[in-house]
C-alpha cells in the first residue's frame, strides 16, 4: 500500500520546508536580472539587427506597461485562483473519506443542550446556529435563557456517524452526544457528565431542506445539511456566490493562513496555503470554527466511540 | 518609475503568495538556494509575460516552476553554480549543500534522488494534492506521463526508504496526520 508512504511523503515535505521564509529582495532581483537581459537584448538590437531591436522594444515595453496597470488587477486575479484553489479542495473526491474535526466556540448567550432527534449531529449544529441567526449577527434579540450546558463543542464527524463534546469555558466536559444515521431514523446517545447519567434514543430521521446549503445566504448566516463534513458543500456554496477578496495573510496554527473575507465583513475564513483546505470560519463576528481535516487513521476514528462510564445510570430521554 | 511600480507590484504579489511557491520551488530543486534560483527564474518569465497572461498570475508561475524543474531547470542550475564559482573565486568553492533545507526526514532527502520529472509529479501530486489531469496541464504532459511517473518514482522511494531504513517509515508513518 502506497497510502502510508504517501501520507508520510506529505508530512515530511511539510516538516522539511516548515521554515522556508521568502527572502527580502527577491522580487527587486528577478526585476533587475529581467531588466538587464531587456536592455541586453536592445543593445544587440542596436548593434545592427533591426529585428532584435523591435523584439527588445516590445520585450520593454511589455515589462514597463505591465506594472503600469492598477495593483488591483493582480489583487483580483489573487482572489480568482485562491478562491479556485479553495473550491477544488473542498470538492475533491478524498474529502468525503476525512474525518472532520471541528472546535466551534459559541458567543456567550448561547447554550447547547442535547436533544433525542434533533437530527443528526450536524442538525444538532445547525439549532445551534439557527439560534444565532434569530439573535441577529449583532447579538441583538434573545437568546436562550435555560442554564448554560456548553461554551465550547468538539466535533468529529465521518461518513454516518458524528460526536459530540460541549465543555464550558473552564474546560469542564459537560456532556458528549452521539449521532448515528441510520435508515430512515437516527440513533442519539448522550453522557452527562455532571448528573452521571446517560440516555439513548431512536428517531426518524429529519428530512433536510436541500436550499440550505446551496443557496447565497446573507452575509454572517450558516446553513449546514449535513454534519461536520457538511462543511465543504457549505463553504462551497458561499464562495461559489461571490463578492469574497483575498484579503493577506494572517498566522494560524503555525501557517501564514490565506485570509478570504466577505464584502460585508461578516464573513471571513481562513485556509491552509498549502491545501487550499479551510482551518478557520468566522461568521458575524459571533462563531468561530476551526476545522481540521484528518485522514481514517484507527486513532481519529476511536475519537467517535462514546463509552458509557459503569458508574452512570440510564434515564429518559427528555422531550 | 515602470521599474518602481513593478517591483512593488511583484513585492506585493509575493509577500501575498510567494511562501508556499517557494516552499514548492525548494522541494522541486532539492535545496533552499535552488529553490530560491527556481523560484527567481520563473518570477523573471512572469515578469516579461505579465501584460500577456490570461487568468492569475500563480498559476503561471507555477506552470512555469514545474516546467523549469522537471525539464531544464539542472543544467540551468549547473551554469550557474559554476558562474557562481566563478565570481567567488577558488576560495569559495564550496558548493556542499550547506544551504540546504533542514532535511531532518529521510523522504525529502531521497526525493532528491529522483529524476526531475518523477520529483516534480510527486510534489505536484502529493505536496500540492494536484489531480492527475493538473499535474499533467503544470508538467506539460499527458495523464498516463503523471501516472507512470508517479508509480516509478514512489517505488523508487520505497525501495530507497527501505533500504535506508525500513522500521522509520513503519514505525511514523500511520502516526503522522494530514495538516489542517
Known amino acids: 500500500m502506497n497510502t502510508e508512504l504517501e501520507q508520510r511523503l506529505r508530512a515530511d515535505m511539510e516538516q522539511a520546508t ?20 531587456t536592455i541586453t537584448t536592445r543593445a544587440v538590437a542596436a548593434a545592427g539587427t533591426a529585428a532584435v531591436l523591435v523584439a527588445g522594444t516590445l520585450t520593454l515595453a511589455e515589462v514597463t506597461g505591465a506594472f503600469g496597470q492598477p495593483a488591483g488587477g493582480s489583487q483580483v486575479r489573487t482572489t480568482a485562483y485562491v478562491i479556485s484553489r479553495v473550491e477544488r479542495a473542498l470538492s475533491a473526491s478524498d474529502m468525503s473519506n476525512m474525518v472532520g474535526y471541528t472546535r466551534t466556540v459559541y458567543p456567550a448567550g448561547i447554550t447547547l443542550q442535547p436533544v433525542p432527534g434533533g437530527g443528526t449531529a450536524e442538525m444538532t449544529i445547525r439549532r445551534v446556529l439557527d439560534r444565532i441567526v434569530a439573535m441577529g449577527v449583532n447579538g441583538s434579540g434573545g437568546g436562550s435563557r435555560s442554564p448554560r450546558w456548553g461554551d465550547y463543542e468538539l466535533l468529529w464527524a465521518y461518513h454516518h456517524t458524528t ?7 473552564t474546560g469542564q466536559h459537560v456532556f ?6 441510520g435508515r430512515g431514523s437516527l440513533e442519539t446517545t448522550v453522557v452527562t457528565y455532571p448528573s452521571h447519567t446517560w440516555w439513548t434514543a431512536q428517531s426518524p430521521r429529519l428530512a433536510v431542506t436541500g436550499s440550505a446549503s446551496a443557496g447565497c445566504l446573507p452575509a454572517g448566516q450558516i446553513r449546514l445539511t449535513g454534519g461536520a463534513n457538511a462543511w465543504p458543500a457549505f463553504i462551497h456554496s458561499q464562495l461559489a456566490c461571490g463578492a469574497y477578496t483575498a484579503a493577506g495573510k494572517q498566522a494560524l496554527g503555525g501557517v501564514d493562513a490565506l485570509r478570504i ?3 460585508s465583513g461578516q464573513f471571513t475564513l481562513w485556509v491552509n496555503p498549502v491545501t487550499y483546505l479551510p482551518m478557520r470560519l468566522q461568521a458575524g463576528g459571533l462563531i468561530q ?5 484528518l485522514p481514517p487513521t484507527p486513532a481519529n476514528l476511536a475519537m467517535l466511540n462514546m463509552p458509557v462510564p459503569a458508574s452512570f445510570h440510564q434515564v429518559v430521554p427528555p422531550s | 518609475m515602470g521599474s518602481d511600480r513593478a517591483a512593488a507590484d511583484l513585492e506585493l504579489f509575493l509577500a501575498e503568495r510567494g511562501e508556499p511557491l517557494l516552499r514548492t520551488a525548494v522541494l522541486l530543486a532539492g535545496s533552499s538556494e535552488a529553490g530560491e534560483d527556481l523560484l527567481q527564474a520563473a518570477l523573471e518569465r512572469l515578469l516579461r509575460r505579465w501584460r500577456t497572461i490570461e487568468g492569475d498570475p500563480e498559476g503561471y508561475l507555477r506552470r512555469t516552476l514545474y516546467h523549469l524543474a522537471a525539464d531544464n531547470w539542472r543544467q540551468h542550475q549547473v551554469r550557474r553554480t559554476r558562474l557562481r564559482l566563478l565570481q567567488s573565486g577558488a576560495g569559495a568553492a564550496v558548493v556542499d549543500g550547506t544551504a540546504e533545507v533542514d532535511l531532518r526526514d529521510s523522504l525529502v532527502r531521497l526525493l532528491r534522488q529522483l529524476p526531475p520529472r518523477q520529483r516534480a509529479v510527486i510534489v505536484a501530486r502529493y505536496w500540492e494534492q494536484l489531480s492527475e489531469a493538473e499535474s ?4 506539460g504532459c499527458s495523464v498516463g506521463t503523471v501516472k507512470s511517473a508517479t508509480s516509478r518514482g514512489l517505488r523508487r522511494l520505497r ?5 535506508s531504513g525500513p522500521m522509520e517509515l513503519a514505525t511514523q508513518g500511520s502516526a503522522r496526520g494530514r495538516r489542517s
Open chain 1, 261 to 263: 473575507t466577505g464584502s
Open chain 2, 136 to 139: 499533467a496541464q503544470a508538467l
Open chain 1, 163 to 169: 460526536k459530540m463534546s460541549a465543555f464550558t469555558a
Open chain 1, 289 to 293: 470554527i476551526n476545522f481540521q481535516w
Open chain 1, 18 to 37: 516548515r521554515d522556508i521564509r521568502i527572502p527580502p529582495g527577491l522580487a527587486l532581483k528577478a526585476h533587475r536580472h529581467s531588466h538587464k537581459r
Open chain 1, 176 to 181: 458528549d452526544e452521539r449521532l448515528t444515521v
Open chain 2, 159 to 163: 525501495e530507497l526508504s527501505e533500504s
